[in-house]
C-alpha cells in the first residue's frame, strides 16, 4: 500500500497547518483516477477546489505507532483538464495528547499520498507524494484538538517552502477499517442572548460534539471569535473553567462580503458558545452547530410514558454519539478526549443496542489488541497515550483492562460473528493469565492499582473485592467464549471455580452496594438472597437512591430485578433526588454528566478538575430498559437475536414503554401500556403489542407463549 509515495512534511518550523499540493493535467483520456491517502496528523484534500470524500478527522484515531488507517476515494468525477490537488494536514491526534501532551516529543505533521490514474488504454500512471510537491503555509492559521482552530479568509501567501521526504515507516498502514467520522445533524440555535456579565452567547439547546459554520455578508478584517461551553453557572454567566487546559476557541478573520466557513482539523464538545470579539453580531441565522461522529446508525429506540425518562434517553443517546469519533471516549471537551477502557467496557452493551457499533467496536478492540502489554496488560486508554507515565505503564486496573474480555464478549452476543470473537480471543486469555501472574494472592485478584468504583457515592468499596468480582467475570468470558469456539477451557473452568471459592471465603460480607451488586450480578454471592437484602437495605438506608460508581452502576438495576426487586430498581430508575439519573435531567442536562453531582443543587459546581457534562458511562442503565422494562434478551446459545426472548417487566409509574431494536433478522418492537395511569390502581391491566421478525418465546406475567414472526397483542 502506498509504495511509491514518500512521507513529506514542511522543511520550515513553525508552519503550523501545512498544505501539499500537485498538479497534473488529465492530456490524455483519464478512465478513472483513484486518491489513496493517509496522514501523520489529519487531513482534509481539495482536488480542484472542491472537498474529496465526507470523512471528517481522517485517517482517524488508531495508535499510530502500530497501525495507521489509509483512505481511497474514487475522484474521476472531480477531474477536469487541469488538475490540482492540494492537501492541508494539521496535528489532530498525531502528537501525544491530554495529561500525556507534556512528556511527548513534538513530531511534524506529514503526508503520505498516491493519486492512481487509469487511461482508457489501460497504462496506469501513479503520482506519489515526494519532494516534487508543492509546500505552501495556508489559511488555517492553526489548528488543535484541544484548543480550536483560527482562519484567516484573507492569508494569500503562496510562498514555496521545502518539501521535505521523510525517512517515516509504512509498516503500521492499514486499509480504513473503522466507521468514518462524517457531519450528521445540524442545529441551529436555539436562543442568542446577553448575560449577566455582558457577554454575548449562543446557545444550541443541546450538548454535541462537532463544529460550527459561519454563514455572514462581513467586512474584510472583521473578526469572529468565540470559545466553547457546555454549562451557565447559577447566575446565567459562561461556565467552561472544565475544559481545563483546552481553550476550544473559534476564531474567524473574514474575508469581504457573503462567505461560508466551517473549521476542518478540530471539534469541540460544546452546547454554548461565547464571542470573544464583537466586530460582528452574529445571530442564528449566521450561524449553525454539525454535530460530528463516527458513521453509526441507530437500531434502539427507547419511548416512555415520563417526559423526564425520555429526556434522560435522548441524553444518553447524544452521549454516545458525541463521544464515538473512531474511539469510544470518556468525553469530548476538556483536554483529555481519550478511549478509556472502563467507560467503554460498562457503556457497550448499551451501545449496542443503540446503535450498530460492530465496525466500531472491531476496529477499537483491534486497537487494544495491538496496545495489549507484553505480560497482558491493558492499557487504561486506548490508542495509548499514557504509556509515558510511569505508573500507568502496567496497565492493569480492574473494569479497565477487563473491557479486553467484556467488549468482545458483548460484540459476540450481540452481532454474533464467531469468527471475529475468535480473533480477539487471544486477548482475552492474556488479559486473565496476566491477572494470575500479577495477584499477590493466588485465586484472588490483591496488590494491584485500581480506580475502584470510580465516581460513586460511597468510598467504601473493597478494591480487592471488586477487582476479584471483575477476574471472576472475566475468567468466566474466557470460558464461554472457548466453548462457542470450540476451545479447550478446562484450565479456565478450573480457575474460576477457585476464584469464586475463594471470594467467597475471602470476601463473605458485603458493605456498599457496589460490592452487593459484583457479588449478585456475577453469581459469586453464596446466598444470594441475604445478598440482594442487604443491597435493598443499603439503598433504603440512602432514602432510595443509589450510590454506585462507573464499573457497578450499569449491574445495579439488574441486581436488583433478578432478585425479585423489580420495584425497587424502577424506584432507582425514576428518582430525582440526588444522586440520581433524573437529578440530572432536572438540573438541565442534555447529556449524561460524568459526576452524580455536576452541577449541585445549590447551583455550585463539583470541581473544575474533572467534571465533563458528557461523560456516557452512567448512560450505561439503558440496557436494563432494553432488556428488563422492555425485556428484549439476548439469547447467549443463539447470539445476534437467532432465536428471540422477549421478558417485559412493566411498572405502572411508567404508564407506557415502547421500545424497538433492529435486528439483522428484523425489528423487535415491545409496546406495554396500563389501561389506568393512575398509580394507586393496582387493578389497571398491562396491554402488551409486541412485533418480532420471527419465532419467539413470550414471557408475559409469568407464563411462557411461543410466536411465529408478526405483531401480537395480549
Ligand atoms: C476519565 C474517566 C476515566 C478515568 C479513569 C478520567 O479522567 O475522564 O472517564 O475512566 O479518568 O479513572
Known amino acids: 500500500m502506498l509504495d511509491t509515495a514518500k512521507w513529506i512534511s514542511c522543511g520550515k518550523q513553525g508552519v503550523e497547518c501545512p498544505t501539499f499540493s500537485y498538479s497534473f493535467k488529465n492530456d490524455r483520456n483519464i478512465k478513472s483516477a483513484v486518491l489513496t491517502i493517509t496522514s501523520a496528523g489529519v487531513y482534509e484534500a481539495k482536488l480542484n477546489g472542491k472537498r474529496v470524500g465526507d470523512f471528517y478527522m481522517a485517517p482517524g484515531w488508531t495508535d499510530y505507532k502500530f497501525r495507521l488507517q489509509v483512505q481511497s476515494y474514487d475522484i474521476t468525477d472531480m477531474l477536469c483538464g487541469d488538475n490540482s490537488i492540494s492537501v492541508v494536514v494539521g496535528t489532530g491526534w498525531w502528537n501525544c495528547l491530554g495529561i500525556a501532551r507534556a512528556r511527548c516529543p513534538e513530531l511534524p505533521v506529514m503526508l503520505l499520498a498516491e493519486i492512481e490514474l487509469t487511461y482508457a488504454d489501460g497504462r496506469t500512471v501513479v503520482i506519489g507524494t515526494d519532494s516534487s510537491w508543492k509546500t505552501t503555509d495556508s489559511a488555517i492559521r492553526y489548528a488543535d484538538m484541544y484548543n480550536g482552530e483560527t482562519y484567516d479568509a484573507n492569508f494569500e501567501d503562496h510562498t514555496e517552502l521545502p518539501t521535505v521526504e521523510m525517512d517515516f515507516p509504512k509498516h503500521q498502514l492499514i486499509p480504513q477499517q473503522g466507521e468514518k467520522i462524517i457531519f450528521h445533524e445540524r442545529l441551529k440555535p436555539a436562543a ?12 444550541f439547546g443541546q450538548e454535541i460534539t462537532g463544529i460550527i459554520e459561519l454563514k455572514l455578508n462581513a467586512k474584510k478584517g472583521d473578526v469572529v471569535a468565540m470559545d466553547c461551553a457546555e454549562m451557565l453557572d447559577k447566575d446565567g454567566n459562561v461556565y467552561n473553567e472544565n475544559y481545563r487546559s483546552a481553550k476550544c476557541t473559534i476564531t474567524y478573520i473574514c474575508a469581504d462580503g457573503e462567505q461560508t466557513w466551517h473549521p476542518a482539523l478540530t471539534f469541540y464538545g460544546f452546547r454554548y458558545l461565547r464571542l470573544l470579539d464583537n466586530s460582528i453580531d ?34 444518553i443517546f447524544w452521549s454516545q454519539k458525541d463521544n464515538f469519533l473512531d474511539v469510544p471516549t470518556d468525553c469530548p471537551q476538556r483536554d483529555e478526549r481519550l478511549g478509556w477502557t472502563g467507560d467503554a467496557e460498562v457503556f457497550v452493551k448499551t451501545a449496542c443496542y443503540n446503535f450498530d457499533v460492530k465496525r466500531f467496536f472491531t476496529k477499537w478492540l483491534d486497537d487494544m489488541m495491538v496496545d495489549q502489554r507484553e505480560n497482558g496488560g491493558i492499557p487504561h486508554t486506548v490508542p495509548d497515550v499514557l504509556n509515558k507515565i510511569e505508573d500507568q505503564i502496567i496497565g492493569t486496573s480492574c473494569a479497565w483492562a477487563d473491557a479486553a474480555t467484556i467488549c468482545p464478549w458483548e460484540i459476540y452476543l450481540h452481532y454474533g460473528d464467531k469468527e471475529l470473537l475468535r480473533h480477539h480471543f487471544p486477548m482475552m486469555k492474556k488479559w486473565v493469565d496476566c491477572v494470575c501472574k500479577i495477584t499477590k494472592t493466588p485465586n484472588i485478584w490483591t496488590g494491584s492499582f485500581h480506580f475502584g468504583d470510580w465516581l460513586s457515592m460511597d468510598e467504601n468499596t473493597n478494591k480487592d473485592l471488586l477487582a476479584t468480582a471483575y477476574h471472576a467475570y472475566s475468567t468466566e468470558l474466557v470460558c464461554k467464549a472457548g466453548k462457542v469456539l470450540g476451545e479447550d477451557v478446562s484450565e479456565y473452568e478450573a480457575l474460576y471455580a477457585r476464584i469464586v471459592e475463594n471470594f467467597r471465603s475471602t470476601f463473605p460480607v458485603y458493605n456498599t452496594q457496589a460490592e452487593c451488586v459484583v457479588a449478585l450480578r456475577f453469581g459469586l454471592a453464596a446466598d444470594p438472597e441475604a445478598v440482594a437484602k442487604k443491597l435493598v437495605e443499603l439503598v433504603h438506608e440512602r432514602e432510595d437512591t443509589l450510590s454506585t460508581g462507573f464499573p457497578t452502576t450499569h449491574y445495579l438495576l439488574y441486581a436488583l430485578s433478578e432478585n425479585g426487586y423489580t420495584d425497587l430498581a424502577y424506584t432507582l430508575l425514576l428518582q430525582e433526588k440526588f444522586p440520581s439519573w433524573l437529578f440530572s435531567v432536572n438540573q438541565g442536562a442534555t447529556t449524561i454528566w460524568e459526576h452524580w453531582d455536576g452541577f449541585k443543587e445549590d447551583g455550585t459546581f463539583w470541581s473544575a478538575s474533572m467534571n465533563s457534562f458528557n461523560h456516557y458511562s452512567f448512560g450505561s442503565v439503558a440496557e436494563w430498559v432494553y432488556e428488563v422494562a422492555a425485556g428484549i434478551q439476548r439469547v447467549e446459545t443463539a447470539p445476534a437475536f437467532e432465536e428471540i426472548r422477549i421478558h417485559p417487566h412493566p411498572d405502572r409509574r411508567l404508564g407506557w414503554l415502547d421500545v424497538t431494536e433492529k435486528t439483522a433478522k428484523g425489528d423487535i418492537r415491545v409496546k406495554w401500556s396500563y389501561n389506568d395511569t393512575d398509580i394507586k390502581n393496582t387493578a389497571s391491566e398491562v396491554r402488551y403489542e409486541i412485533t418480532v421478525p420471527c419465532k419467539a418465546e413470550l414471557v408475559l406475567d409469568g407464563k411462557t407463549i411461543c410466536v411465529e414472526a408478526g405483531t401480537w397483542m395480549f
Open 192 to 203: 442568542v442572548f446577553t448575560t449577566p456579565k455582558g457577554e454575548r452567547v449562543i446557545d
Open 282 to 315: 452574529i445571530t442564528a441565522d449566521n450561524i449553525t452547530a454539525i454535530a460530528v461522529y463516527s458513521d453509526i446508525k441507530q437500531t434502539g429506540r427507547l419511548n416512555c410514558g415520563v417526559p423526564k425518562l425520555n429526556r434522560l434517553f435522548d441524553n
